[in-house]
């Protein structure tokens, strides 16, 4: 490859580098937006009982790769959330996750939140205000028998007292690699769909 070729492509490595940390700068919100917003998101008393979820799993085309049912129980114990998670995805995998939550209240009345799971490496930290929290963590996922790390921005937003949206933007060096999608039902709506069937999809 001739010099003035290698240059062309640097400067295109350039553009594109930049580029990607200008979108995920630009995508980024700020939390105080969303103070105003209703119903307050309160993880701990969204959570706590019985909820069901169903997902969905996005590549960065927006192809549908896999789809998946969660059932989820939430305790308080000691100040600490504990999730217990059990998935099962369309090709038949099984699955299951147990959340250790604690909050803290901050000076500007933000909420923070910070987790721990024994895929999580390290720790998932974030902050809630109004009906929205975003956290962000490093996750190992089992990929065709492979444990892969990841990075998860995850995005929850309560629309009402029983239903809340999540949307999680996955990445690997950070290039976004594809989306979590889910809906959680809690309350009544939980206890008239679920518990899920997880036996077979």
């Keep these: 490859m001739s010099f003035s070729r290698l240059i062309k492509c640097f400067n295109k490595l350039l553009i594109i580098f930049f580029s990607i940390i200008f979108l995920n700068g630009c995508s980024s919100n700020d939390m105080k937006s969303f103070e105003k917003n209703k119903p307050i998101l309160n993880l701990f008393t969204f959570f706590e ?3 069901i979820a169903y997902g969905i799993f996005e590549d960065r085309f927006g192809n549908l790769r896999r789809q998946f049912r969660v059932n989820i129980i939430g305790t308080i114990k000691n100040d600490t959330l504990i999730l ?18 604690k909050k803290e209240v901050s000076s500007n009345n933000l909420i923070k939140y ?4 024994k895929d999580i490496e390290g720790s ?7 009906n929205a929290l ?18 998860f921005n995850d995005w ?3 629309q ?6 999540n949307r ?6 950070g290039i976004e690699i594809g989306s979590v999608t889910l809906v959680f039902l809690r309350g009544k709506a939980a206890k008239t769909i679920g518990p899920l069937n997880l036996t077979k999809w």
């Design 49 to 51: 009982g019985q909820t």
């Design 114 to 117: 910070s987790g721990s799971a």
């Design 84 to 101: 217990d998670e059990k998935f099962l995805y369309d090709d038949g995998e099984k699955a299951s996750r147990i959340w250790k939550i």
């Design 160 to 165: 009402d007292e029983n239903v809340a949206i």
């Design 124 to 130: 998932a930290t974030g902050t809630a205000s109004g």
């Design 168 to 173: 999680a933007y996955v990445s690997k060096f």
């Design 134 to 151: 975003n956290w962000s963590y490093d996750i190992y996922l089992n990929m065709k028998g492979n444990n892969l790390k990841v990075k």
């Design 156 to 158: 929850i937003y309560q």
